[in-house]
């Protein structure tokens, strides 16, 4: 795995030569973010050796290197996920590449359904904390022991400094973020109704089918990680309406200006 990286990053250095200090995974619907990146360069999954293409709608298959607000970063627009049928590290795979080209600081993004009743469409959640339920973690294996421990602490994952600035960005947008426990499933199906209410008693407030097996990866690196889901739909069972993709797509449509300009006031204000 090592190798496949160090192969993966020699290519993208024929193309890109900085370091790229902050790494962003875009989620569904929100790959729009890529135009806000100057002077960019654009590198499709399918052209970097070892990289996996993603099959999920919404999602690209982009890698973009460039400077958003004087900061370089490098973009994921389109994520891979479990469900697509890869491994958990496959999934982190380009993570790891992240962390290979010197990325600190990891800003993922999702499309979320609201399991706090509290909660409305289009709110957008800092991530406080995640449950993992997709029943494994990309850290199995002897080949993740490349990359750093095995057993990592997981006690603080999202780090508070970052959570602290978004808030704060996010008052400066007049917008009221939301900020809670992310649970991830494996999926492809949504839930049903009695798994969205067992989450509400574990203490979920959102849940999606990504970004914790990132996070793990991502901790294990010693990166710093900011996580904001884009609740783009009511889970199952808080109303009436049956779930659907249209709807996902189409919050996430209608959030992503105001998504886009958070996060873009939030990469100009980290120091
Ligand atoms: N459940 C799981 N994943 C999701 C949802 C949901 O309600 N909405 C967007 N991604």
């Known amino acids: 795995m090592k190798e496949k990286i160090t192969e993966s990053v020699s290519y993208i250095r024929k193309f890109y030569q900085d370091t790229p200090r902050i790494g962003v995974v875009l989620g569904s619907g929100l790959g729009v973010f890529q135009e806000r990146v100057e002077n ?15 099959t999920a709608t919404g999602h690209a298959g982009k890698l973009v290197f460039g400077q958003v607000q004087g900061q370089n970063v490098m973009v994921m627009s389109g994520r891979f996920h479990y469900y697509e049928g890869y491994s958990l590290q496959d999934v982190v795979y380009p993570i790891r590449v992240m962390g290979e080209m010197g990325v600190k600081i990891l800003m993922v993004t999702n499309a979320a359904g609201g399991v706090n009743k509290a909660f409305q469409v289009g709110d957008l959640m800092v991530i406080e904390d995640h449950i993992n339920m997709i029943g494994s973690s990309p850290l199995v294996g002897r080949e993740a022991l490349d990359f750093g421990q095995r057993f990592i602490d997981m006690s603080t994952t999202y780090t508070p400094h970052l959570r602290e600035l978004a808030k704060s960005v996010g008052k400066k947008h007049n917008l009221e973020l939301r900020e ?34 990132e996070a793990i990866a991502a901790r294990q690196l010693g990166m710093e990680i900011l996580g904001i889901s884009c609740i783009t739909n009511m889970a199952a069972g808080v109303t009436d309406q049956p779930l659907s993709e249209e709807e996902v797509f189409d919050t996430a449509n209608k959030t992503k200006m105001v998504f886009m300009n958070l996060f873009e006031g939030i990469i100009a204000e980290i120091s």
Request: net charge negative; proline share 10%.
């Open 40 to 54: 960019p360069v654009v590198l499709s999954y399918t052209d970097i050796p070892h990289f996996t293409t993603s």
């Open 180 to 213: 809670g426990v992310y649970v991830a499933t494996h999926g492809p199906n949504y839930e049903t109704p009695a798994e969205i209410r067992m989450m509400r008693v574990m203490g979920a407030d959102a849940v999606g089918m990504s970004t914790a097996p």
